[in-house]
C-alpha cells in the first residue's frame, strides 16, 4: 500500500426484504471487510431493506435510531474500530406533516456514533424503456441539503443513486471541499448497464474527487434486479477497483489522497466556473 493511502472497503450487497435479514447479510461483509484493512466501510443504497410495496415496506419502517441495521451497524463499527458510510436506510421521516419516509445516509465513527446524515435529494420517478416504472416520491421524502462531512481520512460529501445525474450536486461537494465523494446504489439493469460506469467516471473527472461507489446487485426478494459492479475511481476518472459482477461481496482500494490535488493542478477546471445568461 502507499505510504499514507487509505484503505476504503464497499460492500457489494443483495439486501432481502426485512431488516432482520439485511443485518444477516451485511454483518459478515462488513467484517470481511474490516479483515482485510479496511478504516471506512462502505454499504449501498437501501441496506435496510429492499421492498418495492409500501404497505409491506411501512411495516418494517422505523425511526433512525430504532432501525435494525442503523442500530446493528454502529454497533458494529465501534466493535471493529471502523467507520462506517451507512449507503442508505429507509426510516421514517421525523416529519409530521409528511408520512412518507427519507432514504438517509448515515456516518459513524469508530466508536459508533453517527457524525453526519443525508436524505436523497433526487428521487426517482421514471419510466424504463423496458417497462420499468418507479414513483419514489410516493414513499420517498426527498431531502432538502447537501451534505459534507470530515472524516480522518479525507472529507466526504454524501450522495445517494440518482443523485449521480445531477453534476451540479456534485460540483457543489467538491466545492465545498469534498475529496471523496460517495455514491450508494440500487441502480436498475437497463440503466446500470447504459449509464453506471460512465457516469461515475464523469462525476470523478470534473470534481477531481474519489467516487465511492458501493452498489446492491443481483434478484432481490421483493422482484426488483439491480446492476452491482460496485466500483472505485480515482479523480482523474480511472477505475482503481471494481466488482464485474452482481454477487454479494467486498471491493477493496487504497485511496492516494494526493492524488486530489494533482488532478485539480493538471485541470483545474473547478476553479474556472463562469457566470452566464441563460441561452436565449
Ligand atoms: O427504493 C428502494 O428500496 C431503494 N431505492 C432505489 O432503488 C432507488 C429508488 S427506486 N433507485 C434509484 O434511485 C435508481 C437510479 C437508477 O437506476 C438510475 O438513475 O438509472
Known sequence: MTEGAVRVGLVQSRAP????????????????????????????????????RREARDLHLADEADDIVAQGLSRLAAELGVWMLVGSVVVRSGRAEDDRAANRSLLIDDRGRTVARYDKLHVFDVDLPNGETYRESATVRPGDGAVVADTPFARLGLTICYDLRFPQLFRSLAKAGAEMIAVPAAFTVPTGRAHWETLLRARAIETGAFILAPAQGGEHEDGRATWGRSMVVDPWGEVIARRDDDAPGVLIADLDMSAVGRARQAVPSLSHDREFLPPR
Open 17 to 52: 426484504a426485512t431488516p432482520e435479514a439485511a443485518l444477516a447479510h451485511l454483518e459478515p461483509l462488513v467484517r470481511e471487510a474490516s479483515e482485510q484493512g479496511a478504516r471506512l466501510i462502505l454499504t449501498p443504497e437501501a441496506s435496510n431493506m429492499m421492498q418495492r
